[in-house]
C-alpha cells in the first residue's frame, strides 16, 4: 500500500521500464522547464485515457537521515499525509479518493516521491494539495505518535518477520563500510522508536523546498496547460536554501564479507552476493551502460548464462540470477542470487556461480550474448510507454539521482553503443571479492 | 518483504475488479471481431505506441486439479512456454528473447489465463507462439521436472511465512471437504505426484473454443486481427470437457485459529461468507466493503486500527467472488502483544456497519471513488486487455464497460443498509492468527497439515 519504503537496490526490472521507441533516440518525448523557484518541472504526454499521473520527486532519501536518526526521511513521508495549516490530518488523501484517484508515495535511498493518479481535471487539485504540503505542513504529537507505532508495524511485516529481508538489511550493512546506503531505508528500530515531531519538522524544513523538486506529470494532457498550472501552485511557494548532499565516501575496500543467516523459519536455503559498483553518477560511471548490459546476460531471464548452466544444464540451483540499477547518487551495487535444488546445499550454488563468473572473467562474454542482452533492453524500452505512471517513475528516479531528460532519451542508444570488450571490462573492474558480500541464509537445526 | 507487498497488490486486486465510465466522458471503443473459425474477440484499438497486448482466458482452474494433485493447472501455466512444437524449452525462450515477445500464463482457482505483449512489427511471431504454447506443449521431462523443482522450492520457502501460513490455514479450515479449501500452488507431495501426461491431460480437457475468451488491446485493426485468431486459436478443439464443481459453504464459522511461529507481528486473516458476483446484492456489498476496510486510507477500519492507533501498516477487507461461493474477507498484521485489541476493533467495525450500514456522506464518497478511478484501469494496452477477458470470463455483455459505473451509482442508502446487515455478522468471522498472540483464545486445532 501507500507510503511505504522502497528497499529494493537494484532490480534488473526497473530497467525494464526505461525507455524507447524501436530505432529512435527518442524514449518519452518529453518536454521540460524550470519554474521561477527553481523547480524542474517535465510533461509526457499520453491521450490513451482521460487520466493523469501527477508525481513530485524531492532529492532527498533515508541516505540523508542525520546520524542516530536512521528513518527519518520515510517517516517524514508518512507524516506528509498528516495535514497541513488548511488541511486536516488524512484530508489529503480523501480529497483524492473523492475524485477516484489513486495515490501513494514511495522513500528510497536517493529520493522520497509522491504521486496521485486521477481524472485529468482534478490534476488542478492535487497540484494545490501537493504544493500544499510543500510549504505548510503542520505536525502535533497526537498524529505524529501514533505513526510512528504504524512505521514500526511496517518495519516487523517487511524485515522483522521475514529472515530473507533481514539477511539483505544485513548484507547492505556489510557492503558499504561507512556510505549511509548502509543503513536500511525504514530505520533501526530502536531509532525510529526515537524520532519525534520536532525531528521530522527539522528534516522536513531542510530538504522541501521547490528548488529542491522535480514534478513529472505524465498523462492527457500538454506541456502549456502543465506549466500554467504548475506556475499557479508550485510557483506561488518561495525558492529556500537547500544544503549540498554531502555523504560519507566509501573507503577502498580491501576485504570480502561474509554473512550467513541462520533461523528455525527458514526451510529453502539460498545465496545471494552484492558487490559495490559504479552508478551513472558515481564511481567509474563509464562501465555503468555496460554494466547494465552484463547483468541482463548474465543473470536477466530464463536464457541468461546463470540461468542456463546453474538451473538447466548442471542443475545445482532451481532459481539464479543477477541485478544492476544504475540510478544512485553514489555507489550503486551489482547482484547475485540463487536457491539450491531439493536438498542441495546453499554453498553448492555460491560455487556453481562463482566458477560461472571466473568463467566470464577468463573467457569473457561472446559476442552474440551481448547482441542479445542489448536487443532486450532496447525492447524493453520500445514498452515503456504502454503505461501512465511508468514514464514518471523513470524519468524522476533518473533526475533525482543526479540524471538529466537527455540520459533518460538516449539510454536506448547508449545501450546499443556498448560493446563486447566494454562489457568484458566492466566486469573485471567490478567483480572483485574484495568488493563483496556473500550472504547465505540456512535453516537453523532445531535440536 | 516480498511477501507483504505482494500480499497488499493481490488485496488490491480482488478489491477493484472491473467499473465503468467515469465521471467525464469516457468511453472504449469495443469491436467484437469474429474469426471464420467461430473464435472471437473484444477488440479495443489503440494506434498511440506500436505494442500490441493480448489477454485470454478459459473457465475451469486450479478447483478442478484432481484429488492428491493439487498444484496441476499451476504446474501447466509454469510449463506452457517451456518448449512447444519443434522448439524446446530453451529454443521457445530464446525465441521470445530475441523477439521480445512477453507471454506468461496463470492458473487461478476458477480460471486459467494467459497475457501476451509484443511490439505490433512482430504481432505475427507473437500470435505464432501463443498457438504453440496452447496447441503443441511439450512438457519434456527435463523442462517438467525443473519447473517441478522451482514450484516446490518455492512452496518451502513460503512455509514458514506468517501471511503464507495465514492463508493455508484459512482456506482448509474453512473448506476441509472442497477443492477451494487446497492451495492452488499444490503441495511438495502433490506437486511430485504429478506426471506430464496430467499435464496433457489438463490441456486437452480444459483448452477449448467454447471455453475461451480473447481481448486485444493496442496497435492491430479487426481485418488484421481476424485471421490472426483463426490462426491462433482455430485448432483448439470445439468443446471443453465437462467440469463439475460444487458449490461451496465456508465452515468453521466463529472459529479463532493461532498457528504458533516464532516472529514478533502475528498476521490475522479473518471472513466468512459473502455474495457471490452473479449476486443482486453485489454492487451495494461492494460499497459497503469499500467503507468498511477495502478504501484504502479512507476506509473505517484504517481510520480506526492504523490512523487512530498505531496498530498495523495496513489493513483491509475484500470481497472475494468465486464461482461458486461468495466471501469477505480481511487481513492485518499487528505486533504480538496488541493483537486482541486489533481483534475487538474489527469486531466492533464489522458489527457496527452490519447494525447501521454507511452514513449517507460515506455512501457518497465510496460512489465516487468507485466511478471515477475506474478511467485507470486503461491506461495501459495490457490492462484494459486484461479488463476485456475478464469482463468476458464473467459473462458480460460488450456494453458492460460503459454501463459499469450506472450499477455503482444505482446503489441506495437504503440498499447500503439492507445489504451490510446480509453480509456481516462479526460472529460468524473465521479467525486465523500466526504468531504468537497474547490474549487470543483459540477455539479450534489448525487443521492437518498439507504437506507443505
Given at each position: ?169 544485513a548484507m547492505r550493512a556489510a557492503l558499504y563500510r561507512n556510505h549511509p546506503y548502509r543503513l536500511p531505508v525504514i530505520g533501526w528500530a530502536h531509532e525510529i522508536a526515537g524520532l519525534t515531531t520536532e525531528d521530522a519538522i527539522a528534516f522536513y524544513r531542510r530538504w522541501y523546498a521547490p528548488n529542491n523538486a522535480v514534478l513529472v506529470v505524465s498523462g492527457d494532457v500538454t506541456a502549456e496547460n502543465v506549466r500554467a498550472l504548475a506556475e499557479k501552485h508550485y510557483g506561488a511557494v518561495a525558492a529556500r ?207 | ?295 484504502g486510507f479512507s476506509s473505517r477500519l484504517t481510520h480506526e486500527v492504523r490512523e487512530t492507533r498505531g496498530l498495523a501498516y495496513s489493513i483491509a477487507t475484500w470481497l472475494n467472488t468465486l464461482d461458486r461461493v461468495g466471501l469477505v474477507q480481511g487481513q492485518v498484521a499487528t505486533q504480538n502483544a496488541r493483537v486482541a485489541e486489533t481483534l475487538d476493533l474489527v469486531r466492533a467495525e464489522w458489527r457496527r456497519m452490519a447494525e447501521a450500514g454507511p452514513t449517507p456522506e460515506e455512501l457518497a464518497d465510496a ?86
Open positions: 500500500m501507500r507510503r511505504f519504503a522502497r528497499l529494493r537496490f537494484g532490480c534488473a526490472a526497473l530497467l525494464l521500464f526505461l525507455a524507447a521507441r524501436p530505432g529512435a533516440a527518442a524514449v518519452f518525448e518529453p518536454e521540460t522547464f524550470t519554474l521561477d523557484n527553481g523547480m524542474q518541472v517535465v510533461v509526457v504526454v499520453s491521450h490513451r485515457a482521460p487520466v493523469v499521473t501527477h508525481m513530485i520527486w524531492y532529492r532527498v532519501g533515508a541516505a540523508d537521515d542525520p546520524p542516530g536518526k536512521s528513518g527519518i526521511a520515510h517517516f517524514l513521508e508518512h507524516l506528509m499525509f498528516k495535514g497541513t495549516a488548511t488541511l486536516a490530518p488524512g484530508e489529503f488523501s480523501e480529497e483524492v479518493a473523492r475524485r477516484g484517484g489513486n495515490e501513494n508515495a514511495f522513500t528510497a535511498q536517493d529520493y522520497t516521491a509522491y504521486f496521485q493518479s486521477v481524472a485529468v481535471e482534478h490534476l488542478d487539485l492535487v497540484m494545490r494539495l501537493e504544493a500544499d504540503r510543500m510549504a505548510n505542513l503542520a505536525l502535533s504529537d497526537a498524529v505524529v505518535l501514533p505513526e510512528r507505532d504504524v512505521v514500526l508495524e511496517e518495519r516487523r511485516q517487511r524485515t522483522d518477520n521475514d529472515p530473507g529481508s533481514q539477511l539483505a538489511e536554501p537547500v544544503p549540498a548532499r554531502e555523504r560519507l565516501q566509501e573507503p577502498p575496500q580491501l576485504a570480502p564479507r561474509r554473512v550467513v543467516l541462520e533461523s528455525p523459519l527458514v526451510q529453502q536455503p539460498s545465496w545471494s552476493r552484492l558487490y559495490v559498483a559504479p552508478s551513472h553518477t558515481s564511481g567509474a560511471t563509464e562501465h555503468a551502460y555496460a554494466l547494465e548490459v552484463l547483468a541482463e546476460l548474465l543473470g536477466g531471464g530464463p536464457t541468461s548464462r546463470l540461468y542456463r548452466r546453474l538451473v538447466v544444464e548442471d542443475k545445482v540451483a532451481t532459481s539464479a540470477g543477477a541485478y544492476y540499477a544504475a540510478d544512485a547518487l553514489d555507489l550503486a551495487s551489482f547482484g547475485f542470487y540463487g536457491s539450491p535444488q531439493s536438498g542441495g546445499r546453499a554453498e553448492d550454488v555460491e560455487a556453481a556461480a562463482e566458477a560461472e563468473i571466473t568463467r566470464l572473467l577468463a573467457d569473457g562474454a561472446t559476442a552474440d550474448e551481448v547482441a542479445m542482452a542489448k536487443s532486450m533492453l532496447q525492447a524493453g524500452a520500445a514498452k515503456a510507454r504502454d503505461s501512465l505512471s511508468g514514464p514518471a517513475r523513470t524519468i524522476g528516479a533518473a533526475l533525482a539521482t543526479g540524471g538529466t531528460v537527455a540520459d533518460v532519451e538516449a539510454w536506448p542508444e547508449r545501450i546499443g553503443a556498448v560493446t563486447l570488450e566494454a562489457v568484458n571490462a566492466a566486469a573485471r573492474a567490478v567483480l572483485r571479492p574484495e568488493g563483496s558480500v556473500s550472504g547465505l541464509l540456512l535453516p537453523k537445526p532445531t535440536s | 518483504m516480498g511477501a507483504a507487498v505482494r500480499a497488499l497488490a493481490l488485496t488490491a486486486g480482488l478489491l477493484t475488479p472491473l467499473f465503468a465510465t467515469a465521471p467525464p466522458a469516457f468511453a472504449v471503443e469495443i469491436q467484437r471481431v469474429v474469426g471464420a473459425s467461430g473464435v472471437a474477440a473484444w477488440l479495443v484499438e489503440d494506434h498511440g505506441n506500436p505494442i500490441v497486448s493480448v489477454a485470454i482466458g478459459f473457465h475451469g482452474g486450479a478447483a478442478l486439479d484432481p484429488a492428491g494433485k493439487a498444484g496441476l493447472a499451476e504446474m501447466v501455466s509454469v510449463l506452457l512456454d517451456e518448449g512447444a512444437g519443434d522448439l524446446d524449452s530453451q529454443a521457445f525462450q530464446r525465441r521470445l528473447a530475441e523477439l521480445a515477445i512477453e507471454l506468461g500464463f496463470d492458473a487461478g482457482m476458477d480460471e486459467f489465463s494467459g497475457t501476451l505483449r509484443t511490439l505490433s512489427d512482430r504481432r505475427d511471431d507473437a500470435f505464432d507462439l501463443l498457438r504453440l504454447a496452447l496447441t503443441a506443449p511439450r512438457f519434456d521431462q527435463d523442462a517438467v521436472d525443473r519447473l517441478r523443482g522451482q514450484l516446490q522450492a518455492r512452496l518451502v520457502a513460503q512455509a514458514d511465512d506468517p501471511g503464507d501460513i495465514a492463508g493455508r490455514v484459512w482456506w482448509r479450515t474453512s473448506f476441509p471437504d472442497h477443492p477451494y479449501g487446497r492451495p492452488a500452488e499444490g503441495t511438495v507431495a502433490s506437486l511430485g505426484a504429478i506426471a506430464p501426461d496430467d499435464l496433457r491431460g489438463f490441456v486437452a480437457r480444459r483448452f477449448a473454443r467454447d471455453n475461451l475468451v480473447v481481448g486485444v488491446v493496442g496497435d492491430i485493426t479487426a481485418a488484421e486481427l481476424r485471421p490472426l485468431l483463426d490462426r491462433t486459436f482455430g485448432a483448439l478443439p470445439a468443446a471443453a470437457a465437462p467440469a463439475a464443481l460444487p458449490e461451496a459453504a465456508p465452515e468453521a464459522a466463529g472459529a479463532v485459529v493461532v498457528v504458533p511461529k516464532g516472529v514478533p507481528q502475528s498476521v490475522v486473516l479473518f471472513g466468512h461468507q459473502g455474495v457471490k458476483r452473479d449476486d443482486p446484492d453485489f454492487y451495494a456489498a461492494y460499497v459497503v466493503n469499500h467503507v468498511l476496510g477495502g478504501g460512489k465516487t471513488y468507485l466511478t471515477g478511478s475506474y478511467p485507470l484501469r486503461f491506461s495501459s494496452t495490457a490492462s484494459t486487455a486484461g479488463v476485456l477477458a475478464a469482463v468476458q470470463l464473467e459473462g458480460f455483455g460488450i456494453d458492460y464497460i460503459a454501463r459499469r459505473n450506472s450499477y455503482i451509482e444505482a446503489v441506495t442508502l437504503e440498499d447500503a443498509r439492507r445489504v451490510a446487515r446480509r453480509l456481516l455478522d462479526p460472529a460468524r468471522l473465521t479467525v486465523v492468527v500466526v504468531g504468537e498472540p497474547e490474549g487470543v483464545t483459540a477455539t479450534r486445532s489448525p487443521p492437518p497439515d498439507d504437506g507443505t
